[in-house]
């Protein structure tokens, strides 16, 4: 499996992004998909996930409402939607998937993750 993250960038806070991540060598079923975060001087955290079959989301309480994470496995594609970011929003961005028997199952700790995409850089401005 090989995940390929983008979109990351400097926006101001109120602003908008939408992070891509792209999958290659798995079946989507049996993989679910998540977004975690890494800020300065903190450990990674998980901030959204989606199970194998795309009907379960899990979002950290610090962006419920504000980001969507959707997936499409016809492209092979999860997306992390962040809208109304705010300073601590800033920080590495990853893409990961985690092989599961389960299709609805989330995982929401970096440890149930196989497989890593090398991150995209958020930042955002007060």
């Known amino acids: 499996v090989q995940l390929q993250a983008s979109g990351g960038g400097l926006v101001q806070a109120g602003g908008s992004l939408r992070l891509s991540c792209a999958a290659s060598g798995f079946a989507s079923d049996k993989h679910g998909l998540g977004w975690f975060r890494q800020a300065p001087g903190n450990e990674r955290e998980a901030v959204a996930c989606?199970?194998?079959?795309?009907?379960?989301?899990w979002y950290t309480d610090s962006v419920q409402g504000r980001f969507t994470v959707s997936r499409d496995d016809g492209k092979n594609t999860v997306w992390l939607q962040m809208n109304f970011l705010k300073p601590e929003d800033t920080g590495i961005y990853f893409c990961?998937?985690?092989?599961?028997?389960?299709?609805?199952?989330?995982?929401?700790?970096?440890?149930?993750?196989?497989?890593w995409g090398q991150g995209t850089l958020v930042t955002v401005s007060s």
């Open positions: 990961a998937a985690m092989r599961t028997s389960e299709p609805r199952w989330i995982g929401t700790l970096s440890a149930e993750y196989d497989y």
């Open positions: 989606i199970s194998g079959d795309g009907r379960n989301t």
